[in-house]
């Protein structure tokens, strides 16, 4: 099994920066792909990033540009980047990971929130 802990949110000011860091452990060798998700209140889920098992990453519509996705399989942390934040960025952001452990499951950390204010 796969464990994922998310660190780096909390309270920022429209325009400011925050890098949110996912730490995985346990089965490392299972996982394929990574990536972010966010749900504001009263939203469903979306995606904000992720990194596939070919190290490609891809955003969510209309990121790309503000956030940016790395890994750093070294550390077994996955990172997100995010610049010039606005108060609709304000969430609950999500780490994912895609392993392959007997079969396919998905794992999902705790969320950290994100505020952001105007």
């Not at 299972?30 to 990194?51: C, D, F, N, T």
């Amino acid at each position: 099994q796969v464990q994922l802990v998310e660190s780096g949110g909390g309270l920022v000011h429209t325009g400011g920066s925050l890098r949110l860091s996912c730490a995985a452990s346990g089965s490392i060798s299972s996982i394929r792909g990574m990536g972010w998700y966010r749900q504001a209140p009263g939203k469903q889920r979306e995606l904000v990033a992720g990194i596939n098992s070919g190290g490609s990453s891809y955003y969510g519509e209309s990121l790309k540009g503000r956030f940016t996705i790395s890994r750093d399989n070294a550390k077994n942390t996955l990172y997100l980047q995010m610049n010039s934040l606005k108060p609709e960025d304000t969430a609950v952001y999500y780490c994912h990971a895609d392993t392959i452990l007997g079969g396919y499951l998905e794992v999902w950390g705790q969320g950290t929130l994100v505020t952001v204010s105007s």
